[in-house]
């Protein structure tokens, strides 16, 4: 146990020394925080990152396929010193120069990675990829010009400033995104991570339903038995109260979405390998949430519609009422399955980093090494309860998803009784 | 603008990202089709199969029980019966015995009476042939002894005529 413990310790350390290499540099535990949780174009384990395949399609230049080691990456932030097709390594994902700059196109290096290694022994971590506010002029919905304070990722390059563009997002600039010069469609560290879990447990239960062929009639063995209480669970408590005598078709989905999302939660607590935040993703979540939608809604039956419609027993003018809060409820459940699943592991997994963030918090990013190492043990117990915690988490989500979509897919497939 | 009022520029994980949703999609509906046909899909049935299996074994069982509980309860009732019947046979028998018992002591007795019966008359008619017999011969010895007395008496003496006479008469058969 104790050599387990110094273990974690040494890794810790070795993982975030990133944070403490500049000394001078203020430590942000939000961006931090915020920048662990993210996809990237890299996959870490421990202090390394292990390139990944990128994918990217521009208006203007049409699609790249390179591997994201071409960007040449140095240190532990995942910065790449060279840029690729007018595209950048920035803290592990892939930025691209924006459009009408000038910026030369193929193979551009930066900086050196000498100067680079220099700059860390200094005790000064290079920072090539910098933010700052600036402000842009535009038109309003009204057509009146105003200005307002973007935030931009810019570089330096030959003496002029490079403004960054980050790859296109969904949100419809909700949430500071939007659609820019490119699509990033790489195999990122979440896609990595999913495949080689849905390929696990593919190998896993595909030998599982072997084994319940050679093995017929002799009672579950190994693996087998290990997993068969999981999948009565689910179908004895989820699958068959909610479904009455449809339980049969709908199980595969339900089996699959809770091994996917079990699968998925478990990838990304294994400690230093890729620490995976995809089920912590919208993305993952939102596309997960839209196949229970279509699973619902399209299996949904006459008395499911007839009920979301018009309600029987109730009075014609509380229909006005009724009907459109029953119709808005058909989005909002997807909805809130995608937001429940996202925000419980996407907090568990910012938890984690801000208790070892407080190490660099507390110890001044290591100017203090002994408040430094005090502050090491305190939260590597903190965060070893909350992983804990987090395992736990990682059934309940998995479960909760999968529950709702069975009462869910129920509703909609429940036969008329009156 | 509204990215100043909610300031989550650096929170990238709530944008839907266009690779990881085409990569989910890709990811989900190739696990859900191949699990439903390999893994799922089998295993359900099997575990289906199985508990079909066992419930069935268990309901033969009971069965099974119920039967020989049944069969051993109709033994016992044959078992019972045969003792009956054995005992309603020996009692037959023995009354059979007993009459035929009866039946021979009374035909024997019978048959002894006849014997019997027959045995006195003919005792009865060889007595009566006997006597008949000894009365003949002793009249006839009486006549020779009387005819000889008499021969030589009447040849000499009236008065042993009369003797002879009154011997004669005295000589009856009893």
Known sequence: MGRIFLVFLSVFMLSFSAIAEGKSDKFDPGATAFHHIADANVFSIGPWSIPLPCILYSKDSGWSFFSSSKFGIVGHHGDGHKAVDGYVLNAGSVNRVRPGQGFPTGEVELFSEQAYDEAAEGGHAMHPFKHKEIEVKELNDDGVEETKMEEITYFNYNGKDYTLDAKSTADGGLFGGGITSYYDFSLTKNVVAMLITVFLLMWMFISIAKAYKTREGKAPKGLQNFIEPIFVFIQDEVAKPFLGHHWERFLPFLMSLFFFILGLNLFGQIPFFGNANVTGNISVTLVLALFTFFVVNLNGNRNYWGHLIAMPGVPKWVLIILTPVELVGVIIKPITLMLRLFANITAGHMVMVIFVGLIFVFGQSGANAPVSYGTAIGSILLTMFMMAIELLVAFIQAFVFTILTASYIGAATEEAHH | ?174
């Open chain 2, 1 to 174: 603008m509204i990215n100043n009022i909610i300031f989550l520029s650096g929170f990238e994980v709530i944008k839907p990202d266009f690779g990881l949703i085409f990569w989910t999609v890709v990811a989900f509906g190739i696990f859900w089709f191949i699990m439903s046909r390999m893994a799922f899909g089998p295993i359900r049935d099997a575990l289906k199969k199985r508990e079909y299996d066992i419930q069935t074994a268990l309901d033969e069982s009971k069965k099974a029980r119920q039967d020989m509980e049944k069969m051993n309860a109709e033994n016992a009732q044959i078992l019972a019966e045969a003792r009956e019947q054995r005992a309603k046979i020996l009692q037959e028998a023995k009354d059979t015995k007993n009459s035929i018992i009866k039946e021979a002591k009374e035909a024997a007795k019978l048959e002894a009476q006849k014997i019997v019966n027959a045995a006195q008359g003919e005792i009865e008619s060889q007595k009566n042939a006997a006597m008949a017999e000894v009365k003949a011969s002793a009249g006839n010895l009486a006549l020779e002894i009387a005819e000889k007395v008499i021969r030589k008496e009447l040849k000499s003496n009236p008065e042993q005529q009369s003797f002879a006479n009154a011997l004669a008469s005295e000589m009856k058969l009893n």
